[in-house]
C-alpha cells in the first residue's frame, strides 16, 4: 500500500496538467503566470547588485532616462563615497543619502544641491570627529582627494584635542599647574586643498567634554593661530569668515590679520563672541586700509572701548568699501559712539550700522542729529539698549526728518518715549513709499 501511495503523489491530475498550459484565467482575474523578465531588466539588477565592480566602467550619462532613474532609485545609500561621488552627478541618488543620514537637510543653504550637501557635510563630521593621537591624516587625505572639487562651505563647530594630556590642576587657563594640550588638527593641510571653498567658519571648541573639561578647549592656541596665518593666503576664492566665539585676544587677532590685508576676495569678516579690546580694533583698521575688498565686519559683543571707536572711524573717513558694521555690545560708552557717528557725515558707502548696547548717551544723540542731514546711505541703524531718554529721543527724531533714505532705526529699550517712536516710524514710513524697490521692514 505504501509504494501505490508513493507512485500516484507522483502523477500530476490531468486537470492540472491542462492548467500549466493555460496563462490566464479568465475565470480569476488576480491569476496569472509571471512574465519572464527581459535582457535590460536582467542587466540593470546585476549593475545593482555589483555597482561597486562596475562603477569605473559604466557610464550613466549614456543610459536611458528610465533605466538611468531606475538604478539610481535602487542603488544603496551605503556605498562608499569615494565610489559614488565621481560616478553619481544626479541629485536623486544624493537626495536619498542626505535623508537617510540626517534629519534636518536645508539645501537650499548648499545652492539647492544634494551632492554639494552630502559632501561638505561628511567632511564637516570627519573634521569634527578627528582624534589626533588616534586617527590617522593618511584616511583625512584619502576623503580629501575626491571630495575637494565639491566643497564651497565649510562650517567646523569643535576640533577636539588629544586624549593623552594631563589633567588640569588650575581652574582658568594660564594659572600655575596648568597644561594646555596644543596638537589639535593642522587645518592647513586640509584647507588648502579644497580648491573652490569660499565660505569658512571655525569654532575652536569642544563639546559634550562633559569631566574632561579645561579652559583650553574652548580658545585658540598659538600653534593654531600659526596654521591658520599661514593658510589665509592660500584660500585664494575665500569670501566670508567666521571666528566667532573662539576668545581671540588682541595679539592673536593682529597675527591672522596680517595675512588678510592683501586678500583678494575677502568680503565678510566676523569676530563677534571674542575678547578684541582697543589694539584689536587697531589690527582692523589696518585691514580696512588695505587692499582687501571687506564690505562686511562683525565686531558684536567685544571689549573694544572709545579709543579702538576712534580708530574705527579713521578707516570709515578714507575710501573704506564697508557696507555693514555691527559693532554692538562692546563698550564705546557715548565719547566713541559719537566719534563713529560724525563719520557719517563723509562716509558714502556704509548703509548697516549697529551701535546697541554701548552705553551711548547724550553727545551721541545730538551727533546723530547733526549728521543724519548730510548722509545719503545709511538705510539701518540700530540703537536699541543704549537709555536716551525723552531729549536724546527728540534729537534723533529731528535727524531722521531731515534723512531720506533711512528705513529702519531701532530704537527698542531706549526709553525715548513713545511719541518720538511713533513720529519716526512716520517718516521711516513716507521713505519706504519714496522706495518701492526696497522691502518694508
Same mark, same amino acid.
Request: a neutral charge; charged letters at 25%; glycine letters at 4%.
Given at each position: 500500500?505504501?509504494?501505490?501511495?508513493?507512485?500516484?503523489?507522483?502523477?500530476?491530475?490531468?486537470?492540472v496538467?491542462?492548467?500549466?498550459?493555460?496563462?490566464?484565467?479568465?475565470?480569476?482575474?488576480?491569476?496569472?503566470?509571471?512574465?519572464?523578465?527581459?535582457?535590460?531588466?536582467?542587466?540593470?539588477?546585476?549593475?545593482?547588485?555589483?555597482?561597486?565592480?562596475?562603477?569605473?566602467?559604466?557610464?550613466?550619462?549614456?543610459?536611458?532616462?528610465?533605466?538611468?532613474?531606475?538604478?539610481?532609485?535602487?542603488?544603496?545609500?551605503?556605498?562608499?563615497?569615494?565610489?559614488?561621488?565621481?560616478?553619481?552627478?544626479?541629485?536623486?541618488?544624493?537626495?536619498?543619502?542626505?535623508?537617510?543620514?540626517?534629519?534636518?537637510?536645508?539645501?537650499?543653504?548648499?545652492?539647492?544641491?544634494?551632492?554639494?550637501?552630502?559632501?561638505?557635510?561628511?567632511?564637516?563630521?570627519?573634521?569634527?570627529?578627528?582624534l589626533?593621537?588616534?586617527?590617522?591624516?593618511?584616511?583625512?587625505?584619502?576623503?580629501?582627494?575626491?571630495?575637494?572639487?565639491?566643497?564651497?562651505?565649510?562650517i567646523?563647530?569643535?576640533?577636539?584635542?588629544?586624549?593623552?594630556?594631563?589633567?588640569?590642576?588650575?581652574?582658568?587657563?594660564?594659572?600655575?599647574?596648568?597644561?594646555?594640550?596644543?596638537?589639535?588638527?593642522?587645518?592647513?593641510?586640509?584647507?588648502?586643498v579644497?580648491?573652490?571653498?569660499?565660505?569658512?567658519?571655525?569654532?575652536?571648541?569642544?563639546?559634550?567634554?562633559?569631566?574632561?573639561?579645561?579652559?583650553?578647549?574652548?580658545?585658540?592656541?598659538?600653534?593654531?593661530?600659526?596654521?591658520?596665518?599661514?593658510?589665509?593666503?592660500?584660500?585664494?576664492?575665500?569670501?566670508?569668515?567666521?571666528?566667532?566665539?573662539?576668545?581671540?585676544?588682541?595679539?592673536q587677532?593682529?597675527?591672522?590679520?596680517?595675512?588678510?590685508?592683501?586678500h583678494?576676495? %575677502? !568680503?565678510? *569678516?566676523?569676530?563677534?563672541?571674542? $575678547? &578684541? @579690546? #582697543?589694539? /584689536?580694533?587697531?589690527? =582692523?583698521?589696518?585691514? +580696512?586700509?588695505?587692499?582687501?575688498?571687506?564690505?562686511?565686519?562683525n565686531?558684536?559683543?567685544?571689549?573694544?572701548?572709545?579709543?579702538?571707536?576712534?580708530?574705527?572711524?579713521?578707516?570709515?573717513?578714507?575710501?573704506?568699501? %564697508? !557696507?555693514? *558694521?555691527?559693532?554692538?555690545?562692546? $563698550? &564705546? @560708552? #557715548?565719547? /566713541?559712539?559719537?566719534? =563713529?557717528?560724525?563719520? +557719517?557725515?563723509?562716509?558714502?558707502?556704509?548703509?548697516?550700522?549697529?551701535?546697541?548696547?554701548?552705553?551711548?548717551?547724550?553727545?551721541?544723540?545730538?551727533?546723530?542729529?547733526?549728521?543724519?542731514?548730510?548722509?545719503?546711505? %545709511?538705510?539701518? *541703524?540700530?540703537?536699541?539698549?543704549?537709555?536716551?531718554?525723552?531729549? /536724546?529721543?527728540?534729537? =534723533?527724531?529731528?535727524?531722521?526728518?531731515?534723512?531720506?533714505?533711512?528705513?529702519?532705526?531701532?530704537?527698542r529699550l531706549c526709553?525715548?518715549?513713545?511719541?518720538?517712536?511713533?513720529?519716526?516710524?512716520?517718516?521711516?514710513?513716507?521713505?519706504?513709499?519714496?522706495a518701492?524697490?526696497?522691502?518694508?521692514?
Amino acid at each position: 500500500m505504501e509504494e501505490i501511495t508513493t507512485a500516484s503523489s507522483d502523477i500530476i491530475p490531468l486537470k492540472v496538467a491542462v492548467n500549466y498550459l493555460r496563462r490566464t484565467y479568465p475565470e480569476n482575474p488576480n491569476w496569472a503566470i509571471p512574465n519572464i523578465p527581459c535582457l535590460v531588466s536582467l542587466s540593470l539588477e546585476k549593475i545593482i547588485e555589483n555597482f561597486v565592480e562596475l562603477a569605473k566602467t559604466i557610464c550613466l550619462d549614456k543610459l536611458k532616462p528610465k533605466d538611468r532613474t531606475s538604478i539610481l532609485k535602487k542603488i544603496p545609500v551605503d556605498l562608499p563615497p569615494e565610489v559614488t561621488i565621481p560616478v553619481i552627478p544626479d541629485q536623486l541618488y544624493w537626495k536619498r543619502c542626505c535623508l537617510a543620514r540626517w534629519k534636518i537637510c536645508d539645501v537650499e543653504k548648499y545652492g539647492a544641491c544634494w551632492k554639494r550637501m552630502f559632501v561638505e557635510r561628511h567632511l564637516q563630521e570627519l573634521i569634527e570627529n578627528f582624534l589626533p593621537g588616534s586617527n590617522t591624516y593618511t584616511d583625512l587625505t584619502k576623503v580629501l582627494s575626491w571630495c575637494r572639487g565639491y566643497v564651497k562651505r565649510l562650517i567646523i563647530k569643535q576640533l577636539l584635542m588629544p586624549i593623552d594630556v594631563t589633567k588640569v590642576t588650575s581652574k582658568r587657563q594660564g594659572e600655575p599647574g596648568q597644561e594646555v594640550p596644543r596638537d589639535r588638527l593642522n587645518l592647513e593641510s586640509v584647507l588648502t586643498v579644497l580648491l573652490n571653498l569660499e565660505e569658512l567658519s571655525l569654532t575652536f571648541s569642544v563639546r559634550n567634554c562633559g569631566m574632561n573639561f579645561q579652559w583650553g578647549m574652548f580658545s585658540l592656541t598659538h600653534e593654531d593661530c600659526i596654521n591658520l596665518s599661514d593658510t589665509f593666503p592660500k584660500l585664494n576664492f575665500l569670501r566670508i569668515l567666521q571666528l566667532k566665539d573662539n576668545g581671540l585676544t588682541d595679539n592673536q587677532v593682529k597675527y591672522l590679520l596680517i595675512q588678510l590685508e592683501n586678500h583678494p576676495a %575677502l !568680503e565678510e *569678516l566676523d569676530l563677534s563672541y571674542n $575678547r &578684541l @579690546e #582697543d589694539n /584689536g580694533a587697531q589690527s =582692523i583698521v589696518q585691514l +580696512l586700509t588695505g587692499s582687501c575688498p571687506l564690505r562686511k565686519l562683525n565686531i558684536f559683543r567685544n571689549n573694544i572701548g572709545s579709543r579702538g571707536a576712534a580708530a574705527l572711524a579713521t578707516a570709515l573717513l578714507k575710501d573704506c568699501p %564697508l !557696507e555693514t *558694521l555691527n559693532i554692538g555690545f562692546n $563698550r &564705546l @560708552e #557715548d565719547e /566713541g559712539g559719537a566719534t =563713529i557717528c560724525k563719520t +557719517l557725515a563723509k562716509n558714502t558707502h556704509l548703509t548697516k550700522l549697529n551701535l546697541s548696547g554701548n552705553q551711548l548717551g547724550e553727545k551721541t544723540t545730538s551727533t546723530l542729529s547733526r549728521v543724519l542731514k548730510q548722509n545719503i546711505t %545709511l538705510t539701518n *541703524l540700530d540703537l536699541s539698549c543704549n537709555n536716551f531718554g525723552k531729549d /536724546g529721543g527728540e534729537e =534723533i527724531k529731528i535727524g531722521v526728518q531731515l534723512n531720506e533714505t533711512l528705513l529702519n532705526v531701532d530704537l527698542r529699550l531706549c526709553q525715548v518715549g513713545p511719541e518720538a517712536e511713533y513720529d519716526i516710524y512716520r517718516v521711516l514710513r513716507r521713505n519706504h513709499l519714496t522706495a518701492p524697490s526696497l522691502p518694508l521692514l
